[in-house]
């Protein structure tokens, strides 16, 4: 049976709770994470820095990096998603990656990402060329960035069902059970994130930019906070739709 529906405000508030929970539950998990975390966003701020995001050079570096860190943390977004919904709580983290189940979670992140990586590339390379090239480059980075954005409200479920190893964990079931509720999912997480976002707005101001580790690890404090967050939204909307998607259609 489906969880109840719940209001928009009442989504977030859970989202809160249940994250919550997880960094209990899941400590060492998490400690890990954000070990990994604070590193990558160090080593971020002197590979590929802020002001030369654009370059070809630091934007390659910067695809290797977030490549490397969603193949690191997979584990930790699998273990969210089944202690909310499966109550398996772990304390091991353990990369996985010749199963179906690891595989199929980090391809699909990163077939999602591909939406903004696909149109950054093409920016940095018409970056130093004509305006025409450069608007017509940006202006695709919009679309896409637009794209990215409604198809990954579509497949939020889509991650949950295949970290719980569900027999209607595909694609086509995720973008047909979320149809029609895709500004709800929105709205959720936006309301829910407000808080850390604007946090996370404030201790960058307040840390100068000459505290390249400080920032690292407030970066990566947020990150985590952020990301098992999300992961909460997508299982709770997994557990609502979950009647539907359970089911092989």
């Known amino acids: 049976m489906a969880a109840p529906r719940l209001s928009i405000m009442q989504a977030s508030v859970r989202a809160w709770r249940d994250t919550i929970e ?3 539950a899941l400590a060492t998990p998490a400690s890990i994470v954000l070990a990994i975390s604070i590193a990558f966003a160090f080593l971020q701020h002197f590979i590929a820095p802020a002001e030369k995001a654009l370059q070809s050079g630091p ?13 690191l943390l997979t584990p930790y977004l699998i273990a969210i998603h089944r202690f909310i919904i499966l109550g398996e709580a772990t304390t091991r983290y353990e990369i996985t990656a010749s199963t179906h189940r690891f595989q199929l979670f980090f ?3 990163m077939a999602l990402s591909m939406f903004y990586w696909v149109p950054a590339f093409l920016i940095a390379a018409f970056f130093a060329k004509t305006d025409v090239l450069f608007l017509m480059a940006t202006l695709l980075l919009l679309a896409f960035t637009i ?3 409604i198809i990954t409200v579509r497949l939020i479920i889509l991650f949950p069902a295949i970290a719980v ?3 209607g964990a595909t694609w086509a ?4 059970h979320t149809k029609g509720n895709v500004w709800r999912i929105l ?3 936006m309301v829910a994130a407000l808080p850390a976002f604007a946090g996370m707005t404030v201790l960058l101001l307040i840390v100068p930019k000459t505290w390249p580790l400080v920032s690292a690890i407030l970066e990566g404090a947020m990150s985590v906070l952020l990301m098992t967050l ?3 939204i997508a299982s709770r909307l997994y557990e609502q739709l979950g009647d539907r998607v359970n089911r092989k259609d």
Do not use: H
Not at 59 to 71: D, H, K, P, V
Not at 173 to 176: K, L, P, Q, R, S
């Open 165 to 167: 190893d569900a027999p």
């Open 173 to 176: 079931n995720a973008m047909a």
């Open 22 to 24: 997880v960094l209990g």
């Open 59 to 71: 934007l390659l570096a910067s695809f290797i990096i977030i490549c490397g860190q969603a193949f």
């Open 147 to 149: 794209a990215a954005l």
């Open 107 to 109: 391809l699909w992140s």
């Open 230 to 232: 999300a992961i909460a």
């Open 187 to 189: 709205f959720i997480s």
